[in-house]
């Protein structure tokens, strides 16, 4: 969207006897789709801009006076703004992002999406931190099961535990990853690094663009472990679950 407020503003302020201004003033005469759109977003996202350009009678003298006034980088901090406070009231008002809530709660880049080991690794992790998953918890609410029904099946089935199974369980207290976890605090003793597997990643310093995060070796490598201890925690759930379908 910058670039294309950069692109009006610089055509809006080439000659008029050129061909590319000629093709502009068609748009805007006659109100076609680009200029429009262009238009809209500039009036909604620039809070700043006059508005003189609604009081002339002439459609180019208008967007003339739009073009000279904007600012294509205030509209961008502007829309910036605007989707993270939507953002922010999604996760603080959905049910299904109610986990996510807990671990996360500034809308910025996440470490572990650069420094995971491997694919698998960086997508389980992310399934898991947005409910995007398997477990009971959500295959519940899709199936219309009662909360208090979408029991974990391992702990059920095994006869260790009558609870539900929710992303803090499957991590963190499932028995079924005690040997993942285990060899991840033996690997975490070293760091002084704590067990929360699905935590918003320490950063050490972030600039106000949402960039530049900046990593020590052992952050990037308590990333590293912590990821495939989720995805090995999740596989291992998840070949239980397949298992239990078959004999069924």
Not at 20 to 43: G, H, K, P, T, Y
Not at 89 to 95: D, G, N, V
Not at 178 to 189: F, G, I, P, Y
Request: hydrophobic share 35%.
């Amino acid at each position: 969207m910058k670039l294309s407020i950069d692109y009006f503003k610089r055509v809006m302020n080439l000659s008029p006897s050129l061909l590319v201004r000629a093709a502009m003033n068609e748009q805007i005469c006659l109100e076609l789709s680009w200029f429009s759109n262009i238009r809209d977003f500039i009036n909604c996202f620039d809070d700043t801009n006059p508005q003189q350009h609604r009081l002339n009678s002439s459609p180019i003298l208008n967007a003339t006076s739009l073009s000279e006034h904007c600012s294509s980088s205030l509209i961008l901090s502007n829309i910036q703004k605007h989707f993270t406070a939507s953002w922010k009231s999604a996760i603080r008002t959905s049910r299904k992002l109610a986990f996510y809530h807990t671990i996360k709660d500034t809308f910025n880049w996440e470490p572990y999406l650069d420094h995971a080991n491997t694919y698998n690794d960086r997508r389980s992790t992310a399934k898991i931190r947005c409910s995007s998953h398997k477990l009971n918890i959500e295959a519940g609410r899709y199936a219309n099961v009662p909360l208090e029904r979408r029991k974990c099946q391992f702990c059920e089935s095994n006869k260790i535990a009558d609870v539900i199974e929710d992303e803090d369980h499957a991590l963190h207290v499932c028995p079924i990853g005690n040997q993942v976890r285990a060899q991840l605090m033996s690997k975490l003793h070293n760091l002084d690094a704590r067990l929360n597997l699905a935590e918003t990643f320490q950063r050490k310093e972030t600039s106000s663009d949402l960039t530049g995060i900046k990593l020590s070796s052992n952050d990037i490598r308590e990333i590293k472990l912590k990821t495939r201890a989720i995805h090995n925690i999740y596989s291992l759930i998840l070949s239980f679950k397949k298992a239990v379908s078959k004999s069924v």
